[in-house]
């Protein structure tokens, strides 16, 4: 495992924080566990900012080519993964809003003094990835064909052993 970057959310947010870096899938359990392989790195940058109504926020990119499990034929689906949010920070104890009420791109979260930034970049990964993946029509069928005529059908041979 690797030292995870924590930086205090709101001393940063008010002091225009900045942090890049990278993160291997592998090191990332809970996106390992959506993906066809472990291979790649996630890259991530946060900066922080005062928003416009004068609250401490922080805005996260989170980038890098996963691997994931077509849901038509199970094989290997490369995909892009390209997120960029803003978090606007929240004291611990006040209410959140209500998510229809928010932005799509700006979400509340309660400010930490110790928030693990490959953390909130790994929730970020595993909410971009797409509900169901899937090739275009007709891009895996030789993928399914392919598997299909390597394995044998177990029924095929019971009806040998039924003839003997």
Avoid: W
């Avoid at 922080?48 to 080519?65: C, E, I, Q, R, T």
């Amino acid at each position: 495992m690797f030292d995870r970057p924590v930086v205090d959310s709101v001393a940063f947010a008010r002091e225009a924080g900045k942090l890049e870096g990278q993160v291997d899938v592998r090191d990332l359990v809970r996106l390992r566990d959506a993906l066809f392989e472990h291979t790649g790195s996630l890259q991530y940058r946060l900066s922080g900012f005062v928003n416009g109504v004068g609250k401490p926020a922080l805005a996260l990119s989170v980038s890098g080519d996963v691997v994931l499990a077509c849901q038509r034929c199970l094989g290997p689906l490369a995909f892009r993964l390209d997120s960029t949010r803003e978090f606007e920070l929240v004291p611990p104890g006040v209410e959140l809003d209500d998510l229809a009420e928010e932005p799509d791109e700006v979400e509340q979260i309660h400010a930490e003094p110790k928030l693990d930034v490959v953390a909130l970049a790994e929730d970020e990964a595993i909410l971009s990835l797409p509900m169901v993946a899937a090739h275009d029509a007709g891009a895996c069928e030789a993928v399914a064909t392919q598997g299909a005529t390597a394995l044998e059908s177990p029924f095929g041979k019971l009806s040998v052993l039924k003839r003997q």
